[in-house]
């Protein structure tokens, strides 16, 4: 992969490159996206998208971070975007074909945030164990799941009672 089409796909089409909170920025950025997966695909989608972009953005994180003296930069947020999507993955099937549950987006983008900023258990350990790009991408694929078991909690229950 070279160098500019690494760039692109790391930064999640430069919003990576914001000066403020590029993570929160990131993960703002694929709240669109996980609507329409889990909109038209539910939790298959998210599952895959989640899987593919992990994947790419391995490869394409290994690129960029070569070249820096930082291993886990800001601007590389392909690794939020996954992680984001995984905090949706459990409450995807509720998610399907309801565009009236917006307000789950904002849950698990909250939730997803916490446990990513926070670094507990598994996400402290890959972001302080693996410096490469298999670490970069796997702290927040933990922080995601973390989340998405809290979103499913937290659905299932405001669901159940309202």
Avoid: H
């Amino acid at each position: 992969m070279n160098e500019k089409t690494a760039n692109i796909i790391a930064t999640y089409c430069g919003l990576g490159l914001s000066p403020k909170a590029p993570g929160t920025v990131g993960s703002i950025g694929t709240l669109p996206l996980a609507f329409v997966l889990a909109y038209f695909t539910g939790a298959y989608g998210i599952l895959a998208a989640a899987v593919i972009i992990a994947v790419i953005g391995i490869m394409a994180t290994d690129v960029v971070i070569s070249k820096m003296e930082e291993k886990d930069p800001g601007k590389v947020v392909v690794d939020e975007v996954v992680g984001q999507l995984l905090a949706f993955l459990f409450v995807a099937d509720t998610l399907y074909q309801r565009a009236d549950l917006w307000w789950v987006y904002l849950l698990g983008l909250v939730a997803f945030r916490f446990f990513d900023i926070c670094k507990m258990g598994p996400v402290k350990w890959f972001d302080r164990n693996m410096k490469n790009a298999v670490g970069v991408m796997m702290d927040d694929v933990c922080a995601g799941l973390i989340g998405g078991v809290c979103v499913w909690f937290a659905v299932t229950y405001l669901l159940s009672v309202f």
